[in-house]
């Protein structure tokens, strides 16, 4: 009963090909997010979505398309990966409305393009 | 615009001495400050926060300390043990729907 759960947990793949990670959250938040871990570490939003509806897109690809069917469920979709799409991404979700913006994070997807 | 700078990016400590990792922003609405470990191949975790109204909360061996107008805020470690080991992240926000996170401070603490 894992709170915030992504799959797959490693993705190794060409060059431009395109590829989806899922995420689902059960503790019931009204938001959900996407970040992505660099070499370096470096933690740096994409998304995020509340209550299903776009709030922040942080100058992201236009290859990048996350999609939201529901507040439990935040997925995100890679066409035409390119080298520098490598990295960690993280699935993330919180409960803004109650002023609780503790951020609950997934494992982590280890994005390898080839 | 937003940033978060985070210094040291690393941080080598004797086990039993306290570690000290400091962060500035730049966001002057920014009213809430947590303190996320990531042990390797691990997620972030959330170890502290703190509140723009307030100046400092302890939780047993960690501490938070915040200067709003200086901008400042400070992570204590006392007593370092070897499992304190992990990466470090502060992060500022203003209770909306984005954190800022500064760029990680990578703990060891050597036996």
């Known amino acids: 009963d894992t709170a915030v759960s992504q799959t797959p947990k490693y993705l190794v793949t060409q060059m431009g090909n395109d590829k989806s990670i899922k995420c689902e959250q059960n503790?019931?938040?009204?938001?959900m997010y996407w970040y992505k871990q660099d070499s370096k570490k470096f933690l740096k939003i994409m998304f995020s979505y509340n209550n299903k509806e776009l709030i922040i897109n942080e100058t992201v690809p236009n290859r990048f398309s996350p999609k939201s069917p529901d507040k439990a469920h935040l997925n995100l979709h890679i066409n035409s990966l390119e080298l520098g799409d490598s990295a960690v991404y993280f699935c993330?979700?919180?409960?803004?409305?109650?002023?609780?913006?503790?951020?609950?994070f997934g494992s982590g997807t280890q994005l390898s393009v080839l | 615009g937003e940033n978060v700078e985070q210094h040291p990016s690393t941080l080598s400590v004797q086990e039993g001495d306290s570690a000290v990792i400091k962060c500035t922003y730049s966001?002057?609405?920014?009213?809430?400050f947590p303190w996320y470990k990531q042990e390797l191949g691990k997620r972030p975790q959330l170890i502290i926060d703190i509140r723009s109204n307030v100046g400092e909360k302890k939780d047993q061996r960690i501490a938070v300390t915040l200067n709003k107008t200086a901008k400042h805020f400070s992570l204590h470690i006392t007593e370092t043990q070897p499992e304190d080991s992990a990466v470090y992240f502060c992060a500022g926000s203003h209770g909306t729907y984005k954190y800022i996170f500064g760029t990680g401070t990578r703990l060891k603490v050597l036996a």
């Open positions: 503790l019931g938040h009204d938001t």
């Open positions: 966001d002057s609405a920014s009213n809430y």
């Open positions: 993330a979700s919180s409960q803004v409305s109650q002023n609780n913006e503790k951020l609950f």
